[in-house]
């Protein structure tokens, strides 16, 4: 089972860009379905990119070509790119690994978006 941080919220002004990291601890990793989700006040928390272990990738209508998810299997992390960051986009930011019936969540990352 592995475990996972997730790191590189914080605030940003519309328009701008951060990039979240997941790292995860266990040699496996590489194997693990990863998906990151985003959770906003008062909403439920909503599926916003996955990556496989073959690098295929898919995500929500709302950051197509706006996010873009990658993996560096070397250093056991997945990324999250996002540009030009809208007020829509302040949430709290997970990640997921998920392999059968192993699942595993980080703390999240706060990303604020505001002027």
């Known amino acids: 089972q592995v475990q996972l941080v997730e790191s590189g919220g914080g605030w940003v002004q519309p328009g701008g860009s951060l990039r979240l990291s997941c790292a995860a601890s266990g040699s496996s990793f590489r194997i693990y379905t990863v998906r990151w989700y985003r959770q906003a006040p008062g909403n439920q928390r909503e599926l916003v990119a996955v990556i496989t272990s073959g690098g295929s990738t898919n995500y929500a209508d709302s950051v197509k070509g706006r996010f873009t998810i990658s993996r560096d299997n070397a250093k056991n992390t997945v990324y999250l790119q996002m540009n030009r960051l809208k007020p829509d986009d302040t949430a709290v930011y997970y990640c997921?690994?998920?392999?059968?019936?192993?699942?595993?969540w980080g703390q999240g990352t706060l990303v604020t978006v505001s002027s």
């Open positions: 997921n690994a998920a392999l059968g019936p192993l699942d595993a």
